[in-house]
């Protein structure tokens, strides 16, 4: 069992659809990070958190350390929102190292 | 151009081969790592460095050398290919480590290496 598990693995949505991905985590994390991987490769960050939530424009991340479990919303979907949307935990002392959930593919539909 | 780049960005090579895969990045961020991407798995480290001449493992570092000399360059050497070495490769950098909470320290990504091995 993965330690950083995400949900759905594969996500098809209408266009001005409202998302949520899901992340689960069994260990213990200072941070958590999500990515976007777009076709082609390119990963970008998009958020890090430790508590509450953050918001970017149309995107919302949000994360409950007792039940270990992060969120990423987007609100009116877009067709450019498809992509592969990875979570990443930073082990508290190992702060460089990253363990990765292997991502949901998003596909928004126009 | 400022940023965080790879070369090559292709790369096909035969079992035993040397293979040097670089990464170059022109913010002086300390941070620097190397992360491969395989189906089912998702991003695995290799290796990271803190700083120049500050080296050490990660997750998957068998097969892999690494060095900085440079706090702009961290160059990844796979010694003596293997077909279980074929994978996307990706550099990033940050100005911290990966876990620490500031706004600033944010992780950026190299375009990616795809490196096949016959």
């Known amino acids: 069992k993965n330690e950083v598990e995400q949900s759905p693995q594969n996500l098809t949505a209408q266009e001005g659809e409202f998302i949520t991905i899901n992340c689960s985590y069994s260990?213990?994390?200072?941070?958590l990070h999500w990515l976007q991987q777009h076709p082609g490769g390119g990963i970008v960050s998009l958020f890090m958190?430790?508590?509450g939530k953050k918001k970017h424009g149309r995107l919302i991340a949000t994360i409950n350390i007792q039940e270990k479990h992060s969120s990423l919303h987007i609100t009116a979907s877009h067709p450019r929102d498809s992509a592969v949307y990875i979570c990443?935990?930073?082990?508290?002392?190992?702060?460089?190292?990253?363990?990765f959930g292997t991502g949901t593919l998003l596909a928004v539909q126009p | 151009d400022a940023g965080i780049t790879q070369s090559p960005r292709y790369k096909i090579t035969e079992t035993g081969r040397q293979v040097t895969l670089m990464c170059h990045q022109t913010w002086s961020h300390s941070y620097m790592f190397w992360y491969r991407q395989d189906l089912g798995h998702g991003l695995r480290l290799i290796y990271y460095s803190a700083a120049a001449d500050i080296t050490d493992k990660g997750e998957v570092p068998d097969g892999y050398v690494v060095s900085r000399s440079k706090t702009e360059n961290f160059p990844l050497t796979l010694e003596s290919a293997t077909r279980s070495q074929t994978s996307v490769y990706f550099c990033?950098?940050?100005?911290?480590?990966?876990?620490?909470?500031?706004?600033?320290?944010?992780?950026?990504f190299g375009a990616g290496s795809r490196l096949t091995v016959l």
């Open positions: 990443a935990g930073s082990r508290p002392g190992a702060t460089n190292k990253l363990i």
């Open positions: 958190l430790s508590s």
């Open positions: 260990v213990g994390i200072s941070a």
């Open positions: 990033a950098s940050s100005p911290l480590g990966g876990s620490t909470l500031s706004g600033a320290n944010v992780l950026t």
